[in-house]
């Protein structure tokens, strides 16, 4: 089916997604569109399972939530594309063009790279040298955040400066893997093989690999800060200049004293202890995971990388504060300041920024609540996956290539914030000063 045909059902396709009259949802399932160009088009939750799309040209299409279950993307184009959501079992993706790619929240499970490779049934002289199971698929920042790899195998895959932050990759065969420079914050590695492996210069920050093979695992220069290594052999594993934890009692001995006395001051109502002032902190790479920090001043604080996966930082003031690719998973920004804060690539998945309840002096409600103030602040490429963003104020912020998939945006205001890119956000319901694309 190519010609006049195709184009009118994707066009009506276009006009079901914006709500308007004589819109109808795509339905190409098991269709033969081998060579098609569908660049720059939008079949988001179409329905394409079992579709023959090998070779087609997807140049910067969006098929985000679409139903590609057993499809055949053999050497297909899909530079820029957005997958994000898509269901892609038993899909066929050998050879496919996958630089820039996003593929987050996408279901990859048992698709045709991940199949096993059998037995060659003998060996030595004569016998079938068996290809690596990854072997020729090439991601190229690509964005695979929370995409479901359980049992992945991916042995000779090739993933260069890709961002997997928050993937499900447990029991996955990544034998020989090339992750140089890739994100792979908050990942789930347990019991993954990673054996000849080469991380160089990757960030796994907060990752699990509880259980996992790293023999030959080259970690050079690698982020290893917050990782969970329970039960691995690091004895063989090559760990050149490669970053661990800074846990709280390695900073300053003032510095600890500071965090201490807050919470104190906290536990007491202000009777004991002291707030902490910490403007301008150098706390990078600090993990600082489930620490109580709520009212806190961090204007300025330089926490680049540092893990405050479910802290508590309810109306704290972090204006201006670096947090670049910082891991604020599960944390509590319920009302707190962050306008102008640099939280480009940071895990804000399932934060809390929705308003801080005001309490009267006896500590009762006083009926009033403050919302988190993001104005202006840097979120490019930032997750905010099923975070909560009630009312929450970003105007003017950079939201470019963020993840807002499952988050609750309901009266958050988005005057003249960048959108381009963004993931998951209902258009529909923008301010007519959002700028988008």
């Known amino acids: 089916m190519f010609g006049a045909q195709l184009t009118q059902i994707i066009d009506e396709h276009e006009r079901w997604l914006a709500a308007k009259p004589g819109g109808r949802r795509a ?30 040209i997807l140049t910067n299409c969006r098929l985000e939530g679409a139903d590609l279950y057993g499809a055949d993307l053999t050497d297909a184009d899909l ?4 997958l994000a959501g898509a269901d892609l079992r038993g899909c066929a993706l050998r050879g496919a063009l996958l630089d820039r790619t996003d593929l987050r929240g996408a279901d990859l499970r048992s698709s045709d790279m991940l199949i096993a490779v059998p037995d060659s049934g003998g060996e030595g002289e004569g016998a079938a040298e068996v290809p690596r199971s990854g072997q020729g698929i090439v991601f190229r920042q690509a964005h695979l955040g929370r995409a479901l790899l359980v049992g992945a195998r991916l042995s000779g895959v090739v993933m260069l400066e890709c961002d997997i932050t928050g993937a499900v990759l447990r029991g996955a065969d990544l034998r020989g893997a090339d992750l140089t420079g890739s994100v792979l914050r908050e990942v789930d590695l347990t019991g993954a093989d990673l054996s000849e492996a080469n991380l160089t210069a990757a960030r ?10 790293l023999q030959g695992a080259r970690f050079a220069g690698a982020d290893l800060v917050g990782v969970e290594l329970d039960h691995c052999d690091l004895s063989e594993a090559l760990l050149d200049e490669a970053r661990f934890s800074r846990p709280l009692d390695s900073l300053a001995l003032d510095m600890r004293h500071r965090v201490h006395d807050h919470e104190r001051w906290i536990d007491s109502g ?12 150098n706390l990078d790479g600090a993990d600082l995971r489930g620490a109580r920090l709520s009212g806190a001043t ?18 704290a003031d972090l204006s201006g504060a670096d947090l670049t690719d ?11 300041t962050l306008g102008h804060a640099r939280l480009a690539g940071a895990d804000m998945a399932d934060a809390r920024l929705d308003p801080a309840d005001i309490l009267q002096s006896d500590g009762h ?12 602040a840097n979120m490019a490429r930032a997750s905010l996956w099923r975070a909560q963003l009630q009312y929450a104020n970003v105007t003017g912020a950079d939201l470019r290539g963020a993840d807002l998939a499952q988050a609750d945006t ?28």
Not at 301 to 310: E, I
Not at 328 to 336: K, S
Not at 411 to 437: H, I, Q
């Open 270 to 281: 202000g009777a004991r202890g002291a707030r902490a002032e910490l403007e301008g902190a």
């Open 326 to 336: 910082a891991s604020l998973r599960g944390a509590v920004l319920r009302g707190a």
């Open 27 to 56: 339905n190409l399932a098991m269709l033969i569109l081998r060579g098609v160009d569908l660049s720059n088009r939008n079949l988001s939750r179409a329905q394409l399972a079992g579709v023959d799309l090998s070779g087609a």
């Open 204 to 213: 796994l920050s907060g990752a699990l690999l509880v259980g996992a093979r």
């Open 365 to 376: 409600p006083s009926g009033r609540s403050w919302p988190a103030d993001l104005t202006g």
């Open 79 to 82: 530079t820029q594309a957005c």
């Open 410 to 437: 309901t009266g958050v205001r988005f005057a003249d914030a960048r959108l381009d890119g963004v993931v998951g956000l209902d258009r529909p319901e923008l301010s007519p000063s959002a700028r988008v694309g």
């Open 298 to 315: 961090l204007r300025g604080a330089h926490l680049r990388g540092a893990l405050l996966g479910g802290a508590d930082l309810t109306l």
